[in-house]
């Protein structure tokens, strides 16, 4: 049973890059033909995709966020992140890291998300 476990600073301040980690046990970052996503929630609003990366190393953005993100893997640990640049309160949020069998397909596991308040 495949596990994930995001971490994350809890306060970051405005204008500086979150990081944001996945670290994901009991299944290979590189199996066929999973996708690793970034999802987030602010307070008392809805999900929002973030972007992700597959199995092949191909990533993908939300074209909302994509000129303040990166997603990148390391194999060998086991994990991918995601960096989010010059962040307002705007961005705070539960973070989620969820795995997909492919792009197209509904998240099936997720982590069990942690919140990050952008804050001075």
């Known amino acids: 049973q495949v596990q994930l476990q995001e971490s994350a600073p809890d306060l970051v301040n405005p204008s500086q890059t979150l990081s944001l980690t996945c670290t994901i046990s009991?299944?290979?970052?590189?199996?066929?033909?999973?996708?690793w996503t970034w999802i987030r929630q602010p307070p008392g609003k809805g999900l929002e995709w973030m972007g992700g990366?597959?199995?092949?190393?191909?990533?993908y953005y939300s074209p909302s966020l994509k000129s303040r993100t990166s997603i990148a893997w390391d194999m060998r640990k086991n994990q991918f992140t995601l960096q989010l640049s010059s962040v307002t309160p705007e961005d705070t949020a539960v973070y989620y890291c969820?795995?997909?069998?492919?792009?197209?397909?509904?998240?099936?596991?997720w982590g069990q998300g942690t919140q990050v308040t952008v804050s001075s």
């Open positions: 009991g299944g290979s970052i590189a199996t066929n033909y999973y996708y």
């Open positions: 990366i597959d199995y092949s190393g191909s990533i």
């Open positions: 969820a795995r997909a069998p492919r792009v197209s397909s509904p998240f099936r596991n």
